[in-house]
């Protein structure tokens, strides 16, 4: 019987999981990727592994950096053998409301110049940014996914946004 | 403060990871390090651009869950094959099948049968319904075989 509630509680716990983190973590896998079918894969394949672990989390922290750590390791496996698929800049980038079509153009074409400048970035770079931008992670929690010290983490934070501002400027010219 | 802070300090104030009130008052007071500050702020707001705002598709958890479910165990289909297989035999083995039972003295040998099927329910009490169902064909067919070997071999002897 301990063991059924046990289970129960757990499945209880993988479904409020889901619900919570399901969208953040296919957005980063969105932003690692570039490519939907790949990040719904991935997002499909961190909650496998997490469901599989799920006794060895430890219940006392957030379960958000946790699944972002199994999801940053698939997508960093993921872009080592599939470097050569082009990246997908014309998804949903979250727009401010715009009035006019001309005015929902530019800010499209400036959204897609983001992420051709996210994509140009070296990964150490880029997936500082994903975590900060898309996975809205504190330092201290990148840190941990990663497996970083907290000045290396500033630092390439830093380093990040500086290049990805010169990559959008050089591209839009 | 009696010295700038470093550029290092004034991003992590941006991202409120920093709420010391004497780097805030610093700010307030020194023209070099709010401009520092306004071009931080900006290449932090043109990062925030990279929110995304696409959805999963409504059926994944459901798709995800179908995927952790083990495909059920046909516990149906498996007793019927089993009730179609004593059927069978019945039939196989022909109407002389019980006086033979009785002539050949192999109800003892059954016995053993039907030990192991007492303790397959009591072992029924600890696993699923699947394993005993199985459990228990895999006897059915086993004793279906015995005794059809025991036939031949005593039906030869016997002159059948």
Known sequence: ???????????????????????????????????????????????LRAYKNLASYDRSKPAGPWLCTIAANLC????????????????????????????????????????????KLPLNYREVLVLRHVGELSYAEICEVLDLELSLVKNRLYRGRLMLKENLLRKEG | ????????????????????????????????????????????????????????????????????????????LVSLAVLLLVLASLLLLGPTYFEWWLSV??????????DALLDLFAISRLVSSSWVISGLAALVTMELFILKMLKNVEGWQNGW
Not at chain 1, 20 to 25: Q, R
Not at chain 1, 101 to 118: D, S, W
Request: overall charge negative.
């Open chain 1, 76 to 119: 960093r496996n993921w872009l080592r053998d599939h470097r050569e698929l082009p990246f997908d800049f014309s998804d949903e980038t979250s727009l401010p409301q715009v009035t006019g079509p001309e005015e929902l153009y530019l800010q499209k074409e400036r959204a897609e110049n983001l992420l051709a400048a996210l994509e």
């Open chain 2, 1 to 76: 403060m009696d010295h700038c802070p470093d550029y290092l300090t004034i991003q992590a104030l941006i991202d409120g990871e920093e709420n010391d009130q004497a780097l805030l008052k610093h700010l307030q007071d020194c023209f070099a390090c709010r401009l520092q500050y306004r071009q931080l702020s900006s290449m932090v707001k043109l990062a925030d651009g990279l929110k995304c705002e696409a959805k999963l598709p409504a059926n994944f958890y459901h798709a995800m869950e179908r995927k952790l479910t083990p495909a059920p165990f046909p516990t149906a």
């Open chain 1, 1 to 47: 019987v301990e063991n059924r509630n046990g289970g129960v509680k757990l499945q209880e716990l993988f479904h409020e999981m889901v619900e919570t983190y399901a969208d953040k973590i296919y957005h980063l896998a969105l932003r690692y990727t570039g490519d939907r079918t790949q990040a719904e894969d991935l997002t499909q394949e961190t909650y």
């Open chain 2, 105 to 114: 003295g192999i109800t003892s040998q059954v016995s053993l049968v039907l």
